[in-house]
């Protein structure tokens, strides 16, 4: 088994699973309960708060727990929509996100709200001087992810913050797929709200976090019990808060010499894939992109049957996001890059982790080469 | 020693599931959306947790969603129906005894518009039938209520006000999360449309929860993204939790019965060990008729917040109201519902068992009380 899809979901790590594991058999109290006997999991509530604080260069005071990374981007826009709508109705995000913030973009759209979708260019990537363009005295929010899941390409977040900040307007960022991965300063980068989700950093699915920047108007999502300080109900996670904090504790630890090994991995595979098959198209940036992300488009053969019979073989890729490959539609992030609906169907997605071996990395490309040359025959 | 007897806070996950959530976090850990072999399998996974839930319910799977806990259920289940029927009403029902998760977006949907009528309740905890009928008009778009009391254990008459809401063609939400796992019932039979229950208070996960919707009932999302949950609730589904929850359930299956008459002895016991002490009183439906596992208790002349924190110096674990106010020093809205003056709500605690509680246990509870209850009432200044 070669798993390849890291971008979708990766394992847990095994010191992450051991952290979790006494939540459930010892520390098992409400956090909420008054006796000491719970007292251990609000430490460890906090003491995860500071850990994915510190990754962002954030407050623990700023961090505020969700169920993942879904809840957090519709928490970040419908909270700061609900809040800001004596302000203006007009939202500026790109054509390139995830659909937990398309969606919400265009949920907003049918309650009376103005939503502007970016273009990107080739690469993917946005134009800072098309958001300038864009803005209006409406404007209350901007959400541009940090980086995006299918291609890879980073987005220029700090220009973007800056413009935002200019302007006083809120920043949202979707960093699930950065988190983790790249560094981020949310202070350099003047971001105002920022999603991340433990599952794609070797932490626990079902678990995730909202970085709110101190003084934010924002409206809850979920109500109920005053936890989270009274700003998302609902009896905290722990295990999973644990878990999180954990993970990206690891991540942050040998984050250069991991990020550059993976990096060479990653471009020792889109060398053997160009050495190996003709007609190949690397999608996304070519220099500013996450380091565990290949897309690739290859001439003349079906996406999906590709990822069937790599399936078949043991190897596990993606065509676009997990959340919507079972929809077969073509990728609106590839569609949205200028890719023709072919050329889209075209793609799939390799993703690397922590946990990937070089030799895995060409016994993948080998196969890979084998499939490629069956399906442009038959 | 520690005697965990706040089981309607949070409960220890069962040791028979840790295994199977270890599983879906080393080996089976694919994205259930993933088209690859990883992924079918998560899916499978997702499947018989679905099944198992729905076979406690006698329900269909396809009628329930995961959620991540009771209080996204309650919020999914009355926004999610509001939003969706708008153009039923905009009067929506509940009572003075809800949990947080009900009753804060009841305040909610006032601020945005929705005109709100709240029960109130007997001094056992009960709504009363006619009031529904009384209130009930044809701007009412939902009831919700809750299935059994979190801090009393009342069991509301889910079956008649269902009656009631079916015959004007009125919704019906039950806050199952004290209920689900702890009584048999049939949610057909009692004719709930939308029914929201919580893994980790049936011995699964925190983060974990499930809502019923029956399949004539539409609901909207309240998290929209990738369409999971057949997109009623976007967000990679929370594996480990969904494991535990599914695995819990089937453990529960066939058991109902008999966990609640052993918890119901434990919970005897406790009473009658209490016997020699005198003054105290349970609030709520007494003995026989509130829910097995839960008990409240007024003890004179003394502080609840007070005997909580004493008890936990003899490793006892109990708790004032639901711990999800119980931070917040505020007087408990449901001991307040039933009518008890200021000095019997300040002296309550509540306990609560589960079915891995033993009698050794409840005995040495009632022993520690007995000690502690005549102590502080010689040295607490009033």
């Known amino acids: 088994m070669i798993y390849l899809d890291n971008a979708a979901t990766t394992k847990v790590a095994p010191e992450v699973l051991k952290e979790m594991v006494s939540y459930y058999e010892e520390h098992y109290g409400n956090p909420s309960s008054i006796y000491y006997f719970s007292a251990a999991c609000r430490d460890a509530i906090d003491n995860a708060r500071q850990k994915v604080a510190r990754a962002i260069k954030a407050r623990p005071s700023e961090i505020f727990f969700t169920s993942g990374g879904s809840e957090a981007d519709n928490w970040a826009l419908k909270g700061i929509a609900s ?141 109920g019990g005053g936890q989270e300080r009274n700003r998302r109900a609902g009896t905290e996670n722990v295990p999973g808060i644990v878990g999180m904090g954990c993970a990206i504790e690891l991540a942050l630890k040998g984050f250069d010499d991991e990020n550059e090994r993976i990096i060479y991995l990653r471009d020792r595979m889109i060398d053997k894939i160009f050495s190996s098959i003709s007609g190949v198209k690397l999608n996304g940036h070519p220099e500013k992109r996450l380091p565990g992300i290949i897309n690739i488009c290859i001439d003349g053969v079906s996406g999906d049957t590709l990822l069937l019979n790599l399936d078949m073989a043991g190897i596990y890729a993606s065509s676009g996001s997990a959340c919507t490959s079972g929809s077969l539609e073509p990728s609106h992030v590839l569609l949205a890059m200028g890719l023709t609906e072919e050329e889209a169907r075209s793609s799939i997605r390799f993703s690397l982790g922590r946990y990937n071996e070089i030799e895995e990395i060409y016994e993948a490309v080998e196969k890979l080469a084998e499939l490629v040359g069956r399906l442009r025959n038959s | 020693m520690e005697i965990y007897l706040d089981n309607s806070a949070t409960t220890r996950v069962r040791n028979e599931i840790i295994n199977d959530i270890v599983m879906v976090i080393t080996e089976n850990y694919g994205n259930p959306s993933s088209l690859h072999h990883k992924g079918f399998k998560a899916e499978k996974i997702l499947n018989y947790s679905r099944e198992m839930i729905a076979r406690l319910l006698k329900c269909s799977p396809e009628e329930i969603y995961f959620t991540s806990g009771g209080t996204e259920s309650n919020n999914l289940a009355i926004r999610g129906y509001l939003k969706a029927n708008r153009r039923k009403g905009n009067h929506i029902i509940t009572t003075a005894i809800e949990h947080p998760s009900v009753s804060n977006t009841f305040l909610d949907l006032k601020k945005d518009g929705y005109n709100v009528d709240i029960l109130p309740v007997n001094p056992m905890g009960y709504v009363n039938i006619d009031d529904i009928k009384r209130i009930i008009t044809e701007e009412t778009a939902l009831i919700s209520i809750m299935m059994v009391n979190n801090e009393i254990g009342t069991i509301e008459p889910i079956k008649e006000i269902s009656a009631i809401a079916k015959e004007k063609g009125v919704a019906l939400h039950v806050d199952a999360v004290q209920g689900f796992g702890k009584l048999d019932f049939d949610v057909k039979e009692y004719g709930i449309d939308m029914l929201s229950l919580s893994g980790h208070k049936i011995y699964g996960l925190k983060g974990s929860g499930a809502l019923y919707v029956g399949r004539d009932i539409k609901i909207a999302p309240i998290l929209t993204g990738g369409g999971q949950e057949r997109d009623i609730r976007s967000g990679t589904e929370n594996m480990p939790g969904i494991i535990a929850l599914g695995k819990a359930a089937e453990l529960l299956f066939g058991k109902i019965d008999e966990n609640a008459r052993f918890m119901y002895e434990l919970k005897k016991k406790l009473v009658d060990e209490l016997k020699e002490l005198d003054g105290w009183s349970i609030n709520g439906p007494g003995l026989n008729e509130a829910a097995p596992h839960i008990l409240n208790i007024s003890f004179s002349g003394i502080r609840g917040e007070v005997l909580v924190h004493s008890l936990e110096e003899y490793g006892i674990y109990v708790s004032t109201g639901s711990a999800c106010s119980s931070k917040h020093h505020s007087e408990s809205p449901v001991l307040k519902a039933l009518g008890l003056k200021p000095n019997a709500i300040q002296g309550a605690i509540r306990i609560s068992f589960s079915i891995f509680n033993t009698e050794e246990e409840v005995v040495k509870a009632a022993e520690a009380i007995k000690k502690i209850v005549p102590e502080l009432r010689k040295y607490t200044r009033r």
Do not use: C, W
């Open chain 1, 83 to 223: 809040a800001l709508k004596y302000k203006g109705n007009h939202i500026i995000t790109t054509s390139i996100e995830h659909h937990a913030v398309l969606n919400v973009a265009r949920f907003l759209e049918g309650s009376g709200f103005r939503v502007t979708y970016l273009p990107v260019d080739k690469y993917g990537m946005v134009d800072p001087d098309d958001i300038k363009r864009a803005i209006s005295k409406d404007t209350i929010l901007i959400s541009i992810m940090y980086a995006n899941n299918e291609v890879g390409t980073v987005e220029p977040i700090r220009e973007i913050g800056r413009i935002a900040h200019e302007n006083g307007i809120y920043l949202h960022t979707d960093a699930v797929q950065a988190a983790g991965h790249i560094p981020i300063d949310v202070n350099e980068d003047m971001i105002d709200l920022l999603s991340i989700s433990a599952h794609k950093f070797y932490g626990p699915k079902g678990i995730g976090a909202l970085y709110i920047r101190e003084g934010t108007e924002i409206y809850p999502l979920i109500h």
